[in-house]
């Protein structure tokens, strides 16, 4: 259960565009925050289709965003506009004798003027989290725009953990399971992400004593560890290595692939380190 003080955001991209899943977050009273794929019709607060009417609302401002390398295009940032409103959207004719209108707030942020070899930026997001501000609107563009970061866990869990692999029938194996690789996954995105922008922090705030110790001496080829711990990035450094991370020049910080290799031999060598030093 998440604590009192916390809010939970479900967010998901152009594939989690179901009429049914606003309805069913209505219905449980949690938040979403999705790309729109399909342009639905819209009641209020103008009649017609989705896009066309978010079109027609006024510029709240203009924001920069950071576009991600893709398909050899580099990263790059572009200039964008956003308009934002509540819109009520009408279900289709299939579900609407189990579905009303759903209420949701719609931003649109779009590239006015791309680059000539690029193609326009445009996100149009619904969400049930109220946008009355410009500021709100960039909130949640922000929000989304760390959407990325959930391909990264699943790429834990898919290429690390091999979830895809159990053979667990019974869904109530299923969901411990599926806990206890979170965890894991968890662990080693958040690791990873300390090790980016608090490499100066001791390496004790993600590592156990028995573990940063049995990885220095192990490192080092050596006895004698330091009183004094290393940092955060070099202990993430030493855990890829063990993974096979080159550590070469011009090569990018380590990625979750090689450090989730790294952790399973660390795990050996500071069982290890406990049977020889049980104090």
């Known amino acids: ?56 609302q006024a510029v709240s401002g203009q924001l920069q965003v950071v576009v991600p390398a893709r398909q050899g295009k580099p990263r790059r940032q572009a200039l ?14 299939h579900l609407r004798k189990t579905m009303g209108a759903i209420s949701l707030y719609a931003v649109l942020v779009q590239e006015e003027a791309p680059a000539p070899d690029s193609a326009p930026l445009c996100w149009l997001l619904l969400t049930t989290v109220p946008v009355h501000r410009f500021a709100e609107a960039v909130e949640r563009i922000r929000w989304y725009g760390l959407r990325w970061q959930i391909e990264v866990d ?16 019974h869904v109530e194996r299923l969901l411990p ?58 202990l993430v450094l030493w855990i890829a290595r063990l993974g096979g991370f080159l550590a070469r020049k011009n090569v990018g910080p380590p990625g979750v692939t090689v450090l989730w290799r790294g952790w399973q031999r660390l795990s050996d060598i500071a069982a290890a380190w406990l049977a020889f030093h049980p104090s």
Request: charged letters at 20%.
């Open 80 to 93: 964008v506009t956003v308009r934002f409103a509540p819109v009520t959207l009408k279900a289709s004719r």
């Open 1 to 56: 259960m998440a604590p009192s003080e916390a809010q939970l955001i479900t967010i998901g991209d152009r594939a989690s565009d179901l009429f049914a899943l606003f309805d069913q977050a209505r219905t449980l009273e949690v938040d979403l925050l999705v790309r729109a794929a399909q342009n639905r019709s819209v009641c209020e607060p103008e009649v017609g289709r989705l896009w066309e009417v978010m079109g027609r």
């Open 177 to 234: 399971y599926l806990a206890l690789l979170s965890i894991i996954a968890w662990r080693l995105f958040w690791m990873t992400l300390v090790a980016r922008h608090a490499p100066e922090a001791p390496c004790t705030l993600v590592l156990a004593a028995h573990e940063w110790r049995a990885l220095y001496a192990f490192h080092h080829r050596t006895r004698q560890v330091p009183a004094r711990p290393p940092t955060v990035g070099q």
């Open 154 to 169: 699943h790429k834990v869990l898919q290429s690390g953990c091999c979830v895809e692999k159990a053979q667990l029938a």
